[in-house]
């Protein structure tokens, strides 16, 4: 099934639900949604001459006009290639060679941009920028019959987010898609029609992934009019768009909870939290859930087997009166439904509960490859399974526990240090505002942890402090050997904390 019947569903079962909005602002019903898409896929086809499978690239920050292009692009049996916003010319003109895009939709912001690089991608044929008649003329003329997709024909090419070496393109297809879509269902959240989702993170990575069960379920999907997170216009969305889900990667999340206007959202403005993509410590954890009740929903994935791998339920977040529940706030949940998730060691043996090892993923949402790399897919997936990179562990009970990316863990005197288990003992001090902990070689030791630590505004922590902090929690040969006090932590675009750059540091 090509993924944009869900549009076309929706537009049966919802026709006058409000399908998107720009701030307080409806813009199209699904109705007109869907009229909307048909026809510039119609543009697509015959006047762009685009046939099925091309590429086209969105180089877009967050609005209305990223869903439309997305929906025509699939309606019309094209590829999508959702780029981040926040890219480099030199990373746009990467992502648009590797996958051979012939036309990229662009928001005026980003049109110089892509232009300037358009000499260098030699299939780049058109670039349409949403703020001019170009795109406008789009929505005139007859709508085109959805296309159809094979299960098996790539949808979206997800270019992970790099925070090592080049962006790769995990190839998705319709079925992987689909999957995703009902997976949400099954493990995260049954959606009552009528309710919104705010896209205040890029809808190139997981707030867009988050479209597909919401649109399927006759949501608004809202923009904020900014294109950015900001919380107070996100908190201001929330009275005009209440019953909302937000996907928020954790460093967004914190600096909801840090804003003094946090306290101003009611009960009922925020459905779901969807967190993810990057670890959630637990005091922050806590902190959301005492703030905005039960709303958080944790999920773990990555764009190889888009917002599915395992998740922690709200019931879970719920259930402080279980013995274990901090652990399971510190974990990443339960397997989800669509996939079957193992803990191995190097040679592909599933490990005794407990035991530390590789994640490896098998089931409907697993990409199809790298475009156009089959040395790099041939290293993720062997034998049916993606093997994900992530190392954790299975308790007793299911849950899985991340430890750290396989080449974030640090060696020393033949140890393995999770430097997320530190990260935690050191966020509990109330002036750590953030913390990053990563190897340093030592010519003994092969490695030694070094913390990196943000504090916040106006507070002091001293070393001989935090040491002490570590030593009642934590093993001592794990403590840090040396603190580095910084302003602020190099992240990527999509706020993950870049420990490469920090290594580069000592
Ligand atoms: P991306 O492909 O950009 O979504 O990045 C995926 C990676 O982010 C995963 O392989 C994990 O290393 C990390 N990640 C995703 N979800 C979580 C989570 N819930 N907790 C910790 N790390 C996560």
Same mark, same amino acid.
């Given at each position: ?19 998107? $909005?720009?701030? *307080?602002? %409806?813009? @199209?019903? #699904? ?9 510039? +896929? !119609? ?106 997709? $094979?299960?098996? *024909?790539? %949808?979206? @090419?997800? #270019? ?9 393109? +995990? !190839? ?335």
């Amino acid at each position: 099934m090509n993924i944009a019947h869900l549009l076309i569903k929706s537009a049966q079962a919802f026709p006058d639900h409000i399908a998107l $909005a720009k701030g *307080d602002a %409806a813009h @199209l019903s #699904y109705r007109n949604l869907l009229r909307k898409v048909s026809v510039m +896929a !119609t543009h697509l086809r015959t006047r762009m001459k685009l046939q099925p499978g091309d590429r086209v690239a969105l180089a877009m920050t967050n609005c209305v006009e990223s869903i439309e292009a997305m929906y025509a692009i699939w309606h019309a049996g094209l590829v999508a290639v959702p780029m981040n916003a926040k890219l480099h010319p030199r990373e746009f003109a990467f992502i648009l060679q590797n996958s051979g895009t012939r036309a990229c939709v662009v928001t005026p912001d980003l049109a110089d941009s892509i232009a300037s690089i358009k000499s260098e991608c030699e299939a780049l044929e058109r670039i349409v920028d949403t703020s001019t008649r170009d795109y406008s003329f789009m929505a005139v003329g007859d709508p085109l019959p959805i296309a159809d997709a $094979a299960p098996e *024909d790539p %949808a979206w @090419l997800f #270019y992970t987010s790099g925070t090592t070496g080049r962006p790769k393109g +995990a !190839t998705l297809t319709h079925r992987n898609l689909l999957a995703m879509s009902l997976n949400y269902y099954a493990d995260v959240d049954r959606p009552q029609p009528g309710r919104s989702i705010l896209h205040v993170a890029p809808v190139s990575h997981g707030s867009g992934l988050w479209n597909f069960p919401l649109l399927g379920r006759g949501a608004v999907q809202v923009f904020p009019e900014s294109g950015r997170y900001e919380v107070p216009e996100t908190i201001a969305l929330l009275r005009r768009w209440p019953d909302a889900t937000i996907f928020l990667a954790p460093t967004m999340v914190k600096r909801l909870i840090d804003h003094p206007a946090a306290g101003d959202i009611r009960p009922g403005e925020i459905r779901t939290i969807s967190y993810g993509g990057a670890p959630m410590y637990v005091s922050d954890l806590k902190k959301s859930l005492d703030l905005l009740g039960n709303v958080m929903i944790q999920l773990y994935g990555q764009g190889e087997s888009p917002m599915t791998i395992t998740h922690l339920s709200r019931e879970e977040h719920a259930r402080r009166d279980h013995p274990r529940w901090e652990q399971r706030l510190a974990s990443a949940g339960l397997p989800d439904s669509c996939v079957e998730v193992r803990v191995v060691g190097e040679d592909g043996k599933v490990l005794p509960t407990g035991e530390v090892g590789e994640i490896i993923v098998r089931g409907e949402t697993v990409m199809a490859g790298y475009w156009q790399d089959p040395e790099a897919t041939a290293r993720s997936l062997r034998d049916g399974w993606l093997w994900t990179g992530d190392v954790g562990c299975f308790d007793e009970d299911g849950f899985l526990t991340l430890k750290d990316r396989s080449k974030d863990m640090i060696i020393s005197g033949g140890s393995n240090i999770y430097p997320r288990e530190i990260e935690d003992v050191l966020n509990m001090h109330p002036a750590v505002a953030e913390c990053s902990v990563v190897g340093r070689p030592h010519p003994e030791w092969g490695e030694e942890a070094i913390a990196f630590v943000v504090l916040r505004e106006g507070r002091q922590a001293t070393p001989a402090e935090l040491d002490a902090l570590c030593l009642e929690n934590v093993a001592r040969y794990k403590r840090p050997k040396d603190y580095r006090f910084i302003d602020g932590l190099p992240k990527n675009n999509y706020g993950k904390i870049l420990k490469t750059e920090l290594r580069k540091l000592l």
